[in-house]
């Protein structure tokens, strides 16, 4: 299982943090988390429920991620492990998380998967989406993964999609040309561009894409 503790920082305040691995007591917690970071109209069924959670501990404890700021918990983040296969990329976020109950997790698989990324309000600045990154890169390199993988959100393409293609778009996001707020952040965690999939999800703002980004585990040997 996972827990690290450390110190983040917000307006030069300085605060004690742990991330480790949610369990049941937490649910609560996290559905709370998950109405005040997407409030309506953001689909209430699209929210975490209590049988999503309860599998992603049944069959991925390791990649489910909460981190606390003095006992409170303020964000989550949840992978599951899948067989990708670069040569034939394109998915739905839908199909590759099973819609976020993970029954698709494959222990034999080569990548860890990005299902969720969530930070309460309340909590943003202490840059806590960066720390669980980073734990989830942790978790790639301890059990010698290929990768971590997942799906961003483009929000700022539909201002440029009659302009751009997606293409066009994105390199001028990794050009720093533009910038957008998920990939723009993606970025400085480290991840990159791997293939713009059409219909990764239902998002007009995204014109309904989504940018498969990636981190490759620096210690894999390519074969």
């Not at 709370?32 to 970071?37: D, M, P, T, Y």
């Not at 066009?168 to 707020?181: I, M, N, R, S, W």
Request: net charge negative; with cysteine.
């Amino acid at each position: 299982m996972y827990r690290k503790e450390q110190y983040v920082f917000r307006k030069n305040q300085v605060y004690q943090a742990i991330i480790r691995n949610y369990t049941e007591a937490d649910f609560q917690g996290l559905i709370g988390i998950q109405k005040r970071a997407f409030p309506p109209p953001f689909p209430s069924e699209l929210w975490w429920n209590k049988d999503q959670l309860e599998n992603h501990i049944k069959h991925f404890p390791l990649g489910a991620l909460c981190v606390e700021i003095d006992g409170r918990i303020a964000g989550s983040m949840t992978g599951l492990i899948v067989d990708f296969d670069s040569s034939d990329p394109d998915h739905t976020w839908k199909e590759i998380t099973d819609g976020g109950y993970i029954r698709t997790h494959d222990e034999l698989g080569n990548t860890l998967y990005v299902v969720d990324l969530c930070i309460d309000p309340e909590f943003r600045g202490f840059k806590l989406g960066k720390e669980l990154m980073n734990a989830m890169y942790e978790i790639v390199v301890h059990l010698h993964l290929e990768r971590l993988l997942g799906g961003g959100r483009i929000p700022t393409y539909h201002k440029f999609s009659r302009t751009y293609s997606i293409e066009e778009y994105v390199h001028k996001l990794t050009a720093g040309q533009f910038k957008d707020p998920v990939i723009s952040f993606l970025l400085q965690c480290g991840r990159t561009p791997v293939k713009a999939v059409k219909g990764y999800l239902e998002d007009k703002e995204s014109s309904d894409y989504g940018l498969l980004m990636e981190w490759a585990n620096p210690f894999r040997q390519k074969t």
